[in-house]
Each structure stands twice: as structure tokens, then as C-alpha cells.
């Protein structure tokens, strides 16, 4: 992975400029270039991870299904980021414990897990990237099962409204999935908050109309 691609690896992900140039260009040489599209399963529980991705551009929903066959967002990955489930399946030797799936189009930079291993074995600066990466995920889970256990989902849904608002491109099972409920119980209080005059629905969208409404709902 070289010229423009190689360049915005670095630009984007801080640890590897970090590394001696040797190391540095030896990284970003060793990495493919992967271009997805939305909806693209990146990859799948059970499967083994041969690479650690690095986000681009775009965005990537890490899931988890229950055992009631519903399914739980755990995390979404942002460009500067890569993703704590496959660092784990990769430097455990493990399979993966959850699936990766594309939000939108995406770019990915994939370093191979050999090389990976080499790092964070050798290079402070990397260890530190990964770690840092891990405390952030391990806050937002604590935070997920908070809002899971105590919560009603009238307020998690309210509060998602207005952080994501004013308008939202996203169905009634893509909310559920984040929220980690049945697509019925997001369809009926997404319709008690149009029915009240805080939200307008269209199809696959959602307009906030009364953010300060769902704003006192949510808090």
C-alpha cells in the first residue's frame, strides 16, 4: 500500500507515524487496501481474523446476536479507529465473537497479523494506540449495559433521537439492533413520539421536530 493510500494511513492513525520510519514504512507497505460497500459483512462470528483493519473512511457496526436470536450493537468503528474485537480474536488466536458489517461504503487498511504481533511485541508507541483503543470500547460497553439494565427504552430512544438528529437515515431494525430489542418495541415508541409531535417519519428516515421535548424525555 503505497503513494496516496499510504500517506493517509499514516495521516490517520497517529501510532504508526509514531513508529521508527523503517518500521513506520514497513507497516503501511505491508497493508491492503480493502474497499467495501454498505451492508458488506466485514466479518463474521466463528471466523478466524487474519488482519488487524484500520477504518478510513466510512463506518462499521460491530453486533452481537443473543440468545433469543435478537441482536445487540456493541460498538461502531470511525475512521481513526480500528476494532477491539479483531485486535482480541487476532492476538488470542481466537475466532471472532462478533460480526463486522458496513454502515456505508468504506475504506479499510488491513495490516497482516504477523506483522501486528511484531508491534505490539516491540514498539511502545503501538501498544499504547491499542490499549487506548481498548479503554474507550470497555467505557462505551459499561455504558451499553448500563442503559441496557436500568433504562427504559423510551429514554435511550429519545436520547439517540437528539444525538443523531435533526434528521436520521436509518430503519426501524437498525435502531433495534443498536438498542438491543425486538423492531416492534422501536416501531411503537417511535410512534408515540410522532403521535406527541416530537418526530415526523418517512420511509428508512426520521425527522426530529421537538428536540428539547425529547431532550426532557430522554433525561
Do not use: W
Not at 21 to 38: E, N, P, T, Y
Not at 39 to 47: H, P, Q, S, Y
Not at 150 to 170: N, W
Amino acid at each position: 500500500m503505497e503513494g496516496v493510500a499510504g500517506k493517509r494511513l499514516a495521516a490517520a492513525f497517529p501510532a504508526l507515524a509514531e513508529l521508527p520510519a523503517h518500521v513506520r514504512d514497513r507497516a503501511i507497505a505491508s497493508a491492503q487496501l480493502r474497499r467495501v460497500i454498505r451492508g458488506e459483512v466485514l466479518f463474521a462470528k466463528g471466523d478466524p481474523c487474519p488482519a488487524l483493519p484500520f477504518l478510513l473512511s466510512g463506518a462499521v457496526s460491530v453486533q452481537r446476536a443473543t440468545a433469543d436470536g435478537k441482536t445487540i450493537q456493541l460498538y461502531t468503528i470511525q475512521p481513526g479507529e480500528t476494532c477491539v474485537v479483531s485486535n482480541g480474536a487476532l492476538l488470542g488466536a481466537l475466532p471472532f465473537d462478533a460480526t463486522g458489517i458496513a454502515l456505508t461504503d468504506c475504506e479499510i487498511a488491513a495490516i497482516p497479523g504477523t506483522l501486528v504481533e511484531e508491534l505490539v511485541a516491540s514498539e511502545p508507541s503501538f501498544r499504547r494506540f491499542l490499549f487506548r483503543m481498548y479503554g474507550e470500547r470497555i467505557g462505551e460497553l459499561m455504558g451499553l449495559v448500563e442503559a441496557i439494565a436500568f433504562q427504559r427504552l423510551d429514554q435511550r430512544l429519545a436520547r439517540l433521537l437528539v444525538e443523531r438528529g435533526p434528521k436520521l437515515t436509518a430503519t426501524h431494525q437498525a435502531l433495534a439492533e443498536e438498542l438491543g430489542v425486538a423492531r416492534e418495541q422501536v416501531s411503537r415508541v417511535l410512534r408515540v413520539f410522532a403521535d406527541r409531535g416530537f418526530i415526523e417519519q418517512r420511509r428508512e428516515a426520521i425527522e426530529v421536530l421537538r428536540a428539547d421535548a425529547l431532550d426532557r424525555h430522554g433525561s
